[in-house]
């Protein structure tokens, strides 16, 4: 069997020389049997460019997939998949590659040109649609203690709800509209799910959240928003609190590429049982991703609470901090690593209680996923994470370990 490459497409990948400038050289007749790894990946670029060419964007991400999974630095072809899933207005893998790729070297054209796909990507952005669907398997999903007995007021205490395992499915789910008013301004409406079903129901947990405001779009990729904001959550299935307040957040790039977001809230919260949490609850996050380069991605993020409450053993303050890590190996492995470290203090003891609550807990997870095993658009991941708390007071320490299987699109 033999194909053709032109050796100007051969130069653009290899040497970065913008297609438009790449001049039409004779082709060069090689025999597919005789072609080296490196032969082969340059004729399914020349046939990518080709597909997207002849305006068939669709086709040439079917190549294009392998290509990035087999060569995730090489920008270039990164690049023509953002493009190609752009022209699909599939603008969430769009945006995923695109983002990725700011952390390569860039010309100022180059640059430009991504910053303008990702600005036209928000612009024309009217819904938003999030699902994820898991398997999870915990030890101790209750956040139980493990210790049998417990001493108060120096008498000792049996406990007959103690750590269990049990095994469900972890939904989320999310969906707005965006409707614009001006240029720059839209509205935002959103509705979300958190669901986690057990087969033991006395570990449900599931909260049904809704924002109400706007998004205001400036230069340099920056946004600001505001809005009202309500949530009701459940618990083994019944009534457990809600939740009703403001938010405002922004985001903007603060480096080439480097993101950063900040939301602040204010929520006041009523208990249908535990009435001494009832009260106010101010909140920030603070998050920063940085694009090392097209393969490695590193995260962190701030969170911070100030709880009033009814009762003085309930008011407080958390504070938590975070750091990750995402790897794309060659040939398709992606691999993240995600740790963190929070307290919780309170301002009283409770009753029965010597010492008020100062908890320290941690997690870490690490999660992997395979591009090359795709499903419909879908890759499944599967993953694990440890959680622990220590208390001074032993009632509240835990241990709990989740292993995870679904399914993600931003891959």
Known sequence: MRLSLTLGLLLSLIVGIPLSEAKAQPTVQI???????????????????????????????????????????????????????????????????????????LSDADRAAVLGFLDAIEARKRWEFGVSVAVISESNPGQRTSAETINIGGLRFTLTDTAEDSTGIETRLSFGVLPPVTTDVSGRFVLTLRDKSFDNEDFDDRTVGGEAGFVLRADGGAQYGAGVLIEDRKLAGAPFSEGRGIYADATALVGPATRATMRVSYKDLTHDTVTSRDGPTRAMRLSLSHVVNSRFAIRSSLNFSDIEAEADWEKGQELGISVGATY????????????????????????????????????????????????????????????????????????????????????
């Open 31 to 105: 025999d597919m049997a005789s072609m080296s790894p490196e032969d082969r990946t340059l004729i399914l670029w020349n046939e990518a460019l080709a597909r997207m060419a002849d305006n068939r964007p669709r086709a040439a991400i079917e190549i294009l997939e392998p290509l990035v999974s087999a060569l995730p630095d090489v920008t270039r072809i990164r690049l023509e998949l953002a493009r190609a899933y752009f022209q699909t207005q599939d603008d969430d893998k769009a945006r995923f590659h695109f983002e990725r790729a700011l952390g390569d070297p």
């Open 328 to 411: 794309a190996f060659d040939g398709g492995l992606t691999l993240q690593v995600d740790a963190g470290v929070s307290s919780q203090k309170r301002d009283a003891a409770a009753p029965l209680f010597l010492d008020p609550r100062d908890d320290t807990a941690r997690f870490v997870a690490v999660s992997a996923l395979y591009r090359e095993f795709e499903i419909q658009g879908f890759t499944p991941v599967l993953g694990v994470r440890y959680d622990t708390r220590n208390s001074p007071i032993p009632l509240f320490d835990y241990d709990n370990t989740a292993l995870t299987f679904g399914f993600t699109r931003l891959f």
